[in-house]
């Protein structure tokens, strides 16, 4: 009798200095309202977690985020607020009916041309962005 072998992963415990990025495909949160992205993407960060964020939030999430993550900071221990940036792939140098194009596009699919990135302070040192590139500079324990 064959016993069939289970290809099973075994997960790490993760440390408390290990880093931990967080690939999130925006499909995760597009069926959610406001609070509860926010109150997902808070989650995550409260965990010491980098998110890359396939797509970008709504200007007024991006507020709601970072007013919620100000009123943590002094009340959650170590908490120093969050950096996000955000990279999209627009062009400005495209005709008439390729911008039309895509924002019928956007309008059926979302915010899916870009990727944010979001992470503890505590963690990224600093976030700089150009039209056409994010650094990333994390904090050394």
């Given at each position: 009798?064959?016993?069939?072998?289970?290809?099973?992963?075994?997960?790490?415990?993760?440390?408390?200095?290990?880093?931990?990025?967080?690939?999130?495909?925006?499909?995760?949160?597009?069926?959610?309202n406001v609070i509860e992205r926010i109150k997902k993407i808070m989650g995550l960060i409260l965990d010491k977690k980098i998110i890359i964020l396939q797509g970008k939030l709504k200007p007024d999430e991006e507020v709601r985020l970072i007013e919620n993550s100000m009123t943590l900071i002094g009340n959650i221990k170590d908490f120093q607020g969050i950096?996000?940036?955000?990279?999209?792939?627009?062009?400005?140098?495209?005709?008439?009916?390729?911008?039309?194009?895509?924002?019928?596009?956007?309008i059926l699919i979302g915010e899916q041309d870009a990727i944010t990135i979001i992470g503890p302070?505590?963690?990224?040192?600093?976030?700089?962005?150009?039209?056409?590139?994010?650094?990333?500079?994390?904090?050394?324990k």
């Open positions: 009798m064959a016993t069939k072998k289970k290809n099973v992963k075994k997960s790490k415990k993760i440390r408390k200095n290990d880093l931990t990025i967080h690939f999130m495909p925006y499909s995760e949160i597009a069926n959610k950096e996000i940036a955000t990279i999209s792939g627009e062009s400005e140098n495209v005709n008439l009916f390729h911008k039309i194009r895509h924002n019928i596009a956007k302070a505590s963690i990224v040192k600093e976030i700089t962005q150009d039209p056409k590139k994010i650094e990333l500079m994390l904090q050394r």
